[in-house]
């Protein structure tokens, strides 16, 4: 099966840097990327996701990119602010499959 | 937020005694899932169902049960609770493969 593994586990970056999640994968087979954010206390929520057939894809302050040869995609925060602190997970999965698989989590804190 | 809701949200049970979880949703969407989220380990899957009647195991489905008799239903079913099914649990539902799932408020077990 999918085995995503996501670095760093926490990141710790200054208001108004950048902030970047990588995730890898195992399954070639994969081919949908979603980003979830979690606030404390809260349910994940989706924020950003990419398919195969692209290499970017930005949503305001906040892009994905993805290496389909390397097995990798990232989460890509600018501008960050307070309320980007949450746990972020990468997930992966083949489309005609209903196993999405997550990565372990990254707790990002913005300091003020 | 989607029209999912989870009862109970908070529990309290005994090694051994029986569970029973639910989850409710108001999308009329064909696919539900449960979750369970420990520390270390993300979001891992126990099981989903792809319409009514039809379900089937994700990676972490022992110990567990589940059915769904309506669309709109889905329960996830702790035979004889132990201490390890001590988690966050959350439902998610979706209304095809080709996206990622929308998340529950969650319910968190503690199995004393």
């Known amino acids: 099966g999918e085995n995503v593994e996501q670095h760093p586990s926490t990141l710790s970056v200054q208001e108004g840097d950048s902030a970047v999640i990588k995730c890898t994968y195992s399954?070639?087979?994969?081919?949908?990327f979603p980003w979830y954010k979690q606030e404390l206390g809260k349910r994940p929520q989706l924020i950003i996701d990419?398919?195969?057939?692209?290499g970017e894809k930005k949503d305001q302050r906040i892009a994905v990119t993805l290496n389909k040869t390397a097995k990798h995609f990232s989460l890509h925060i600018t501008e960050t602010q307070p309320e980007d602190s949450a746990v972020y997970f990468c997930?992966?999965?083949?489309?005609?499959?209903?196993?999405?698989?997550f990565g372990t989590g990254t707790r990002l804190t913005i300091i003020p | 937020d989607a029209g999912i809701t989870q009862s109970p949200r908070h529990k309290v049970t005994e090694t051994g005694t029986p569970v029973t979880l639910r989850c409710h949703q108001t999308?009329?969407?064909?696919?539900m899932y449960w979750y369970r989220q420990d520390p270390g380990h993300g979001l891992r899957l126990i099981h989903y169902?792809?319409?009514?009647?039809?379900?089937d195991k994700g990676e972490v489905s022992d110990g567990y049960s589940v059915s769904r008799s309506k669309t709109e239903d889905f329960l996830l079913t702790l035979e004889s609770a132990t201490s390890s099914q001590t988690s966050v649990y959350f439902c998610?539902?979706?209304?095809?493969?080709?996206?990622?799932?929308?998340f529950g408020p969650g319910t968190r077990l503690l199995v004393l």
């Open positions: 998610a539902i979706s209304e095809s493969q080709a996206g990622g799932p929308s």
């Open positions: 399954d070639s087979a994969s081919n949908y």
């Open positions: 990419i398919r195969s057939n692209v």
């Open positions: 997930a992966a999965k083949d489309f005609g499959n209903e196993k999405l698989t």
């Open positions: 999308e009329n969407h064909r696919y």
């Open positions: 169902s792809y319409g009514v009647k039809d379900t």
